[in-house]
């Protein structure tokens, strides 16, 4: 997906702000791109299909980069809805909780391996590229670990499956959720940018002229931008929800008895 700049927005606001500095602008647009992101749902991400590892119960979001999940619609495991838990109620469900390996040491872990494939003063690439053993995992660390059934999120990258993968079976994941801009981004999708464009503008402008002791603050004008980007947020979250998609309705009648 290519990007688009946030500065490339700058020639429709700084008309209304006159004087305003351009970092002031790019970062009132940055803060606007984010929370209409955030409001709308609308930059929506599938993530590819990845197999989960027996004992790990931790895992990133394999995301674009400079963004963050906001919102995840749903998580499957081998085609079945996971449950999507809060962290306390993840707790309550779960209050073991759940570690690497079941929380046995690397060099518990790596037991059954060659002896110089962890943790060895000597660099050797046969234990990694010849026809070394497989790592034969310890029975111990799946000690605890069953199908996972549930999904909680830990940070805005990391989120946890519950109980912990075992190794009976291939545990393939499928993941919908939502995106927004990181704090650092410097822009964002094209396609989502140009959806969201009219919105961005306005949420801009509304902050930057009610800023303080400016000469381009205009109070009144800034309650009208927040009314515009407040009525098109709504519009393109239900856009969002409803895609391109129109239905036609139909009627039926109910018997009596």
């Known amino acids: ?18 004087g305003c500095p351009q970092p002031t602008i790019v970062q009132s647009i940055q803060a606007a791109a984010i929370r209409m992101c955030e409001l709308t749902l609308a930059w929506r991400h599938v993530e590819p299909r990845f197999d989960l590892q027996p004992g790990v119960p931790e895992y990133h979001y394999r995301k674009p980069p400079n963004t963050d999940v906001h919102a995840l619609f749903e998580a499957t495991l081998n085609n079945y809805p996971l449950d999507k838990l809060t962290l306390e109620n993840a707790l ?11 929380g046995l040491t690397a060099e518990q872990v790596w037991q059954n391996a060659e002896s110089n494939a962890f943790n060895s003063d000597t ?21 605890h670990a069953t199908v996972p059934r549930a ?7 990391k989120y946890i499956v519950l109980p912990l993968p075992d190794d009976e079976n291939p545990y393939t994941m499928r993941m919908f959720y939502a995106l927004k801009p990181k704090r650092t981004s410097t822009g964002m999708d094209e396609v989502i940018l140009s959806e969201l464009e009219d919105i961005i503008v306005h949420a801009t402008l509304e902050t930057l002229l009610v800023l303080p002791d400016s000469s381009w603050t205009d109070r009144e004008l800034a309650a009208y931008h927040g009314r515009k980007a407040l009525a098109y947020s709504v519009e393109r979250r239900a856009r969002a929800n409803l895609g391109n998609q129109r239905a036609t309705a139909t009627v039926r009648m109910m ?3």
Do not use: H, K
Not at 8 to 18: A, Q
Not at 92 to 102: A, F, I, R, T
Not at 151 to 157: A, E, N, S, V
């Open 151 to 157: 999904l909680c999120q830990i940070t805005p990258d």
């Open 1 to 18: 997906m290519a990007d688009r700049e946030f500065t490339s927005l700058i020639p429709r606001i700084s008309p209304s702000v006159p």
């Open 123 to 143: 660099y050797n690439t046969q234990p990694f590229n010849g026809a070394s053993n497989p790592i034969q995992i310890p029975e111990e660390a799946l000690e």
């Open 255 to 257: 018997p009596w008895a």
């Open 92 to 102: 309550d469900l779960y209050p073991q909780w759940v570690d690497l390996y079941s």
